[in-house]
């Protein structure tokens, strides 16, 4: 009885550490983004690689108004939906800036749908909010490459993509 007591206690001790989602630190730092031209200022965290981690309402922010606009909307329990084409409806979270304190944060278990089609978009979820590593976000659902410019302003050149990107069916 003893043997079977410890082996179930172990297989419930080895199930909840590999179902918990252990939280990380990130440091915050501003990064300077144009958009066809327009610059704007933002918190970013470093996500995998050298990949800015951007808050999604932020990056809609910045795209409301060109070729690839899309609008942010939440399906409880765990469902982000990005409506490709929809102007951004803002809730007066985005473009704010950071103070480099140091967050926690997680791997993000929210389920990201574009144009109601699972995406497997992954990101963080810092502080309440879902950070994306821009540049894969930007090339995977839209087909661009943002580029940094000499001074490290992130440049992001929407002319040209249809509104679908590589992704549009």
Not at 23 to 44: D, L, R
Request: hydrophobic fraction near 35%; glycine fraction near 12%.
């Amino acid at each position: 009885m003893k043997k079977l007591t410890a082996l179930l206690l172990s297989v419930t001790m080895l199930l909840t550490m590999c179902l918990s989602v252990s939280a990380e630190s990130f440091t915050s730092h501003n990064v300077t983004v144009s958009v066809n031209g327009k610059q704007y200022q933002t918190v970013a965290y470093p996500m995998s690689g050298s990949e800015n981690g951007i808050k999604l309402r932020d990056i809609a922010a910045m795209l409301n108004g060109t070729n690839v606009q899309f609008n942010v909307t939440w399906q409880a329990p765990n469902t982000v939906n990005i409506e490709k084409g929809s102007s951004y409806a803002a809730n007066g979270t985005e473009l704010q800036l950071g103070d480099g304190s140091v967050k926690e944060g997680a791997y993000s278990e929210h389920q990201f749908l574009v144009d109601g089609e699972y995406s497997g978009i992954e990101g963080n979820n810092i502080a309440g909010n879902n950070y994306l590593p821009l540049e894969s976000f930007l090339y995977n659902t839209f087909g661009i490459i943002p580029q940094p410019d000499e001074n490290g302003v992130i440049v992001i050149n929407t002319e040209g993509i249809q509104g679908g990107g590589i992704d549009e069916h």
